[in-house]
């Protein structure tokens, strides 16, 4: 028995496994249709997804890595490849000399606006349709719970 499993009580270690096995399942086989299906990783979904949401397609690369939780380098390496492939572009902050901004192009818009309705109905076939409104609900509850707590943390200790 693992030092993890014996601190833990069966139930919450039946919870952790249950959570942490479905869940790296989960994301392998979404990233999987996802690349298959449109050649975007789930990584270049997300950041687009970000991209796009954000005001003139622009964020500062600081402000992607947090969201993303990577450390500056990771983000750098995952938005130089975007930029070969003509997804995103960067730019110098005008605010800030050393700083600097990633923009969806209209190729990036353009991938992200045909990958949506593939990745939303692989989504739905794997996580969606196996829940009622209540367990959707509860999901929610419970991850942004966790999400919010995990965020205000991160802060705290920044």
């Known amino acids: 028995m693992s030092k993890l499993a014996a601190s833990l009580s069966g139930p919450q270690s039946q919870a952790w496994g249950a959570y942490i096995e479905s869940s790296v399942r989960l994301e392998t086989r979404l990233d999987e249709l ?4 449109t050649g975007l990783t789930l990584i270049d979904y997300h950041l ?3 991209l796009a949401g954000a005001p003139e397609h622009r964020m500062r690369m600081s402000e992607l890595a947090d969201r993303m939780v990577f450390s500056r380098s990771r983000i750098t390496y995952q938005i ?5 492939r003509g997804l995103t572009v960067r730019e110098s902050a005008p605010d800030d000399r050393r700083g600097y901004r990633t923009v969806l192009t209209a190729e990036g818009l353009r991938a992200l606006q045909e990958a949506m309705p593939q990745h939303a109905a692989s989504v739905r076939a794997l996580f969606l349709d196996d829940l009622d409104a209540g367990e959707i609900a ?9 999400r919010d707590r ?4 991160r802060k705290v200790s920044s």
């Open 34 to 37: 996802l690349r298959e299906r």
């Open 48 to 50: 687009l997804m970000l």
């Open 80 to 84: 130089d490849s975007m930029t070969k």
């Open 138 to 146: 509860c999901v929610e509850r419970i991850f942004g719970r966790l």
């Open 150 to 153: 995990l965020d205000n943390e």
